[in-house]
């Protein structure tokens, strides 16, 4: 493996020496030459800003998967790209290939894969990374991976990077943060491994604007970057629904006639726990929504996303005011 440089102006030394063995681990990449990058302040969000600015020119699109993390949107179009959504298909999310090799244009530039899945729990399977790495090796494209969740998998699910297909190295730009994998989320430490010749795009959009991350920040990410494999198995020592992520993405009942933003409303005043109404995180196009099914349009307003990265005594409570509202024959009272 050969890191060819830390594109943070200032590194402290540690991490300089020993950042690259950790992420060469964790993401099983074998001979890299990629650039990693640290940032200060809001750390994802700021990071894919600067990675989709070098890579896409006005009027090029980025294809992203339906529902995804709101955030990607934004970073495309302020960066003027146009985003074309390919929607998953419920109830567990899959990947159509048809779908996504329709979405297609000559405008393509990338795609945008977040797997775990924020919001559904979703990890993209093999089968489906295959499919994503062909389409992009056939379309000569990049891949942007949000691999926040990368660590936290159920069920004897492992997360694999994309970037570990075959051709894919050189045509993926991983980023990932501090966050999730170790309950940080305000330090707003993240990072991009690319490429070399994005690596020195990104750098001089990053210098300019955040420059590097603090010291001590540093520090402490090396530390927790060098935990042990047992602390990164206690993370998936969880029976949940979801396959990673620490979200449910839940559909309402069949007999529920409130949308997601009512049932939200009702489920605060009668129960004093808070949902995410799934609508959010949908953004198909509605120039596109004759291409859906009357069913397809209706369950964006079906799902409801609850966050488990709580304390056990924060589930508890709210485990028992949800089962307070259950009625006689096992329906909600919500409604
Ligand atoms: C998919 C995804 N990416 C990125 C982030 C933001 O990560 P950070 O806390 O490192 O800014 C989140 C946070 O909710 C997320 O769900």
């Known amino acids: 493996m050969s890191i060819l440089s830390l594109i943070s102006s200032y590194v402290v030394v540690n991490l300089r020496l020993l950042l690259p063995q950790c992420l060469q681990v964790a993401y099983k990449l074998i001979s890299i030459k990629y650039f990693v990058l640290f940032l200060r302040i809001k750390s994802y969000n700021y990071c894919f800003h600067f990675l989709i600015c070098p890579v896409i020119n006005q009027g090029d699109e980025v294809?992203?998967?339906?529902?995804?993390?709101?955030?990607?949107?934004?970073?495309?179009?302020?960066?003027?790209?146009?985003?074309?959504?390919?929607?998953?298909?419920?109830?567990?999310?899959?990947l159509d290939p048809n779908k996504l090799a329709k979405s297609f244009t000559a405008r393509t530039k990338a795609i945008?894969?977040?797997?775990?899945?924020?919001?559904?729990?979703?990890?993209?399977t093999k089968?489906?990374?295959?499919?994503?790495?062909?389409?992009?090796?056939?379309?000569?494209?990049?891949?942007?991976?949000?691999?926040?969740?990368?660590h936290i998998t159920f069920d004897g699910e492992r997360h694999t990077s994309v970037a570990t297909f075959p051709g894919m190295q050189k045509r993926t730009i991983i980023t990932s943060s501090l966050s999730k994998s170790f309950s940080v989320t305000g330090w707003r430490i993240g990072w991009a491994i690319c490429p070399a010749y994005f690596a020195s795009a990104i750098k001089n959009i990053h210098v300019k604007i955040?420059?590097?991350?603090?010291?001590?920040?540093?520090e402490a990410a090396l530390t927790a970057l060098r935990s042990s494999p047992e602390y990164f198995d206690a993370l998936r020592q969880v029976s949940v629904m979801p396959k990673g992520s620490f979200f449910l993405f839940m559909e309402l009942p069949r007999t529920c006639t409130l949308s997601d933003v009512?049932?939200?409303?009702?489920?605060?005043?009668?129960?004093?726990?808070?949902?995410?109404?799934?609508?959010?995180?949908?953004?198909?196009?509605?120039?596109?929504?004759e291409d859906l099914s009357l069913t397809a349009i209706s369950y964006h307003r079906r799902y409801i996303r609850f966050?488990?990265?709580?304390?056990?005594?924060?589930?508890?409570?709210?485990?028992?005011?949800?089962t307070e509202l259950i009625d006689g024959s096992g329906g909600l009272k919500l409604f």
Not at 112 to 124: A, C, D, E, I, M
Not at 138 to 146: A, S
């Open 262 to 289: 009512d049932f939200v409303e009702e489920l605060i005043k009668q129960a004093g726990v808070v949902a995410v109404p799934g609508c959010v995180f949908f953004h198909t196009n509605s120039s596109k929504l």
């Open 112 to 124: 945008v894969l977040n797997s775990p899945h924020n919001p559904t729990g979703k990890v993209f």
């Open 210 to 218: 955040t420059d590097s991350a603090p010291a001590p920040f540093q």
């Open 127 to 150: 089968d489906e990374l295959e499919i994503i790495a062909g389409a992009c090796r056939t379309w000569d494209i990049l891949v942007v991976t949000d691999e926040v969740y990368e």
């Open 307 to 322: 966050a488990f990265c709580k304390s056990e005594e924060t589930l508890a409570a709210a485990s028992q005011k949800l």
């Open 63 to 94: 294809i992203l998967f339906d529902p995804s993390y709101e955030t990607y949107e934004t970073c495309i179009r302020l960066a003027g790209g146009v985003p074309v959504y390919v929607a998953l298909d419920p109830p567990y999310w899959s």
